[in-house]
């Protein structure tokens, strides 16, 4: 999943017409310290319905992991992947797995959750009229190729690698050997459906209905979600609250704004221009943790002059003409860390972060940007211009950086141009229907904590995410090689291989390592965000 936060003005006033109760408090109950105070967080609304295998953004994303439990579940604190509805995911040689849920897992309407309600789901995710964005993650399993061709229609309508045993037991079978296969069942994409999904889709989609913590109570496109305690939740993790309102805002200062007026419990991106004033404005209140989060420019390879050989000099010196120190040192007050790879340090050095690997062409120098530049035939068109959605994630100040500093190393005061778009939902229908041109920001937050996540779904042929289109058949074979390798030490520097593919070819160019930051009222306690960056909104408590 990828993208970004909030979006812009939409004072208090503007909030109250929106929302009923908006102003005035952080949310829409009292609190007391009882477990039902309900916790208001600043939100933005998501690109598609609330499908879990449609669902590829940070937002939607949110309230996924409020709605839904799957297999497996990633630790808030250190990203292990844990058993959640699995009792257990046994192999014996790394391609078939035999997977057995926990009995009593029901979901919030009370339907059991069962093997069954896995496979279908994993069938309906798969399945090529379904349309949905995250069918890849399933192409591993045996028969994806016959409900999700490349080409032409399907020739079946269900994965021959899925077989359901009993009630509580499903087996898997994989078209090759995949030995983290099980940690990849943290992702939303996995999570089980009931039978009303499928009965009637338009009144699931208007109020999903899922096995987690929390029910969705109310939505109103536009303005707010409400989601509130599943009593019935048997799951470990209970909601220590009554609820959270999801706020939307379509500027993340005006939510900066509301939480310090008290408007508001929860903001989740504190804006850029906030960020100098942000501890002393809220203490111990402010959020600056490390997140598997990296920000990148992006290329339109559909785009012939943007792809042809030699460019590749282009995007190199353009990386170089970047200040990363300056950029992220001015703007980001250390949110942010210059980066050298394209994963994120969270991996740690065993799970495939690699400082330095992007080399020279990741170090800020002007005169050899300049000369890269030239020598591979100048910026298509004379321009680049940088697109990035204007609603979230304070992109506006660090695009503008950028191009100051490439049209400061090349010596021209056009070189780069800022191209704003207004919402978040706008700039991704762009990007993913391959409707940019010039560069963009792509900003990526890990599905689950693997450098396989960091690389595969972005840069290997026709994978969903790779917007720009990029393809190249070393860095397909190495990812296949990759994901074959049983040995995990041995897997990690095959994919590392496979980004120096990226780091020759400058596919995108990394830009910095993001933290999360978000601050609190003093209404809310617990408040903490996982290494995705996301609150860990069941753990909040309201006083």
Not at 72 to 93: F, H, L, Q, W
Not at 167 to 191: C, E, M, N, R
Not at 230 to 258: F, H, I, M, Q, S
Not at 301 to 325: C, H, T
Request: glycine share 10%.
């Amino acid at each position: 999943m990828r993208g970004a936060t909030h979006a812009k003005w939409a004072a208090c006033a503007v909030t109250v017409a929106l929302v009923a109760t908006a102003c005035g408090g952080g949310g829409d109950s009292g609190g007391g310290g009882d477990g039902s105070g309900i916790v208001g967080s600043s939100w933005g609304d998501p690109q598609n319905p609330l499908e879990p295998a449609n669902t590829n953004e940070v937002q939607g994303g949110k309230v996924l992991d409020m709605l839904f439990r799957g297999l497996m579940r990633y630790d808030p604190k250190t990203g292990e992947a844990k058993n959640m509805v699995a009792e257990k995911i046994d192999t014996k040689d790394s391609q078939n797995f035999t997977v057995k849920i926990k009995k009593g897992w029901k979901f919030s309407n009370g339907e059991a959750v069962t093997a069954k309600s896995f496979v279908d789901a994993w069938n309906y995710g798969a399945h090529l009229k379904n349309n949905q964005k995250n069918a890849y993650f399933f192409g591993y399993i045996e028969g994806y190729e016959d409900v999700h061709p490349e080409k032409g229609d399907a020739k079946a309508d269900t994965l021959s690698g899925l077989k359901v045993v009993d009630d509580t037991t499903f087996t898997v079978k994989l078209t090759q050997k995949f030995s983290t296969w099980p940690k990849t069942l943290g992702y939303p994409a996995f999570a089980p459906l009931p039978k009303a999904f499928y009965a009637d889709h338009d009144a699931w989609l208007a109020k999903p209905v899922g096995n987690g913590p929390y029910t969705v109570d109310s939505y109103a496109k536009g303005s707010k979600m409400s989601l509130r305690k599943w009593e019935g939740y048997k799951g470990p993790d209970k909601a220590r609250n009554g609820g959270v309102d999801l706020k939307v805002y379509t500027d993340n200062n005006t939510a900066y704004t509301d939480l310090m007026a008290g408007n508001l419990d929860l903001v989740d991106d504190v804006p850029a221009s906030q960020l100098k004033n942000a501890k002393s404005d809220l203490g111990d209140r402010y959020i600056n943790t490390p997140a598997g989060i990296i920000q990148t420019l992006a290329f339109p390879f559909y785009d012939s002059k943007w792809s042809k050989p030699g460019m590749e000099k282009v995007r190199q010196g353009l990386s170089m003409a970047i200040n990363r120190d300056q950029i992220t040192e001015t703007i980001f007050q250390q949110t942010r860390t210059p980066a050298t790879d394209w994963t994120s340090p969270v991996l740690g050095k065993d799970g495939g972060y690699k400082a330095g690997l992007c080399g020279d062409a990741c170090k800020y120098d002007a005169a050899k940007a300049k000369k890269l530049v030239e020598d591979g035939g100048g910026i298509p068109g004379g321009t680049l211009k940088i697109t990035y959605n204007a609603d979230t994630g304070s992109h506006k100040e660090w695009v503008d950086a950028v191009c100051n500093s490439i049209n400061n190393s090349l010596g021209q005061d056009k070189a780069c141009v800022a191209n704003p778009v207004g919402t978040f939902a706008d700039f991704r229908s762009q990007a993913s229907q391959q409707k940019l041109d010039g560069a963009w920001r792509a900003g990526w937050q890990m599905d689950y904590p693997l450098i396989q996540n960091f690389l595969q779904p972005l840069y290997y042929t026709d994978a969903p995410s790779n917007d720009g289109k990029w393809s190249d058949k070393k860095f397909d074979d190495l990812v296949d090689k990759a994901n074959a390798e049983t040995d995990t030490a041995k897997a990690v520097s095959t994919f590392q291989d496979a980004e120096k593919v990226l780091a020759e070819q400058m596919a995108v160019i990394p830009l910095w390592y993001q933290n999360g930051s978000a601050g609190y009222s003093d209404r809310v306690s617990d408040v903490a965000l996982n290494q995705f960056s996301v609150p860990v909104y069941n753990e909040i408590k309201v006083s």
